[in-house]
Structure formats: structure tokens, C-alpha cells
């Protein structure tokens, strides 16, 4: 059966489609410069170079570094409005 009130699905014009796809691309490359401008480069330099530990800390103990890591997960979950 074909229904006359709906209108007939028209497909979005290529050069649309071609210019979303730049401007998403732009916001990607706009998001990582403001990373670099308002971070620096310090910390990943230090990630690469830092020498790897021995192991995992023990089960249940927390050290300053996961401790850092747990503030700022649960703050961006704020941030963000997830939270579990």
C-alpha cells in the first residue's frame, strides 16, 4: 500500500555529505591543537620514556599514581555527567 500524505525520502546532496565529513574532520584536528596548547607534550614525552616498573602493586593497594588516575576518571565522569 503506498501512502500519499508521506513524502517521497529525498538523499542528502554529496557536496553536504563531503563538507560534514571536513568540518568533522576539522573538529578532530582543532581538539588535538588545543590539547598540545593547553597540556604540552611533557607528559606523553614522559609516558614514552619513563622506564617500565616491576610489576602491578598488590591487590587493594593504591598508589599515588592510581590515585591521580581515580580523581581524575571520576571527575570526568562528572564533568560528563556519567556516573555510575
Do not use: K, N
Amino acid at each position: 500500500m503506498v501512502t500519499i500524505a508521506a513524502p517521497e525520502a529525498e538523499r542528502e546532496h554529496p557536496v553536504v555529505a563531503w563538507i560534514a565529513v571536513a568540518a568533522i574532520a576539522c573538529a578532530m584536528v582543532l581538539i588535538i591543537w588545543a590539547r598540545f596548547e593547553v597540556h604540552g607534550t611533557g607528559d606523553l614525552e614522559a609516558a614514552l620514556y619513563e622506564e617500565p616498573q616491576a610489576g602491578p602493586p598488590a591487590q587493594g593497594e593504591a598508589t599515588g599514581h592510581h590515585a591521580q588516575v581515580d580523581d581524575a576518571v571520576s571527575a570526568s565522569r562528572w564533568a560528563s555527567a556519567f556516573s555510575p
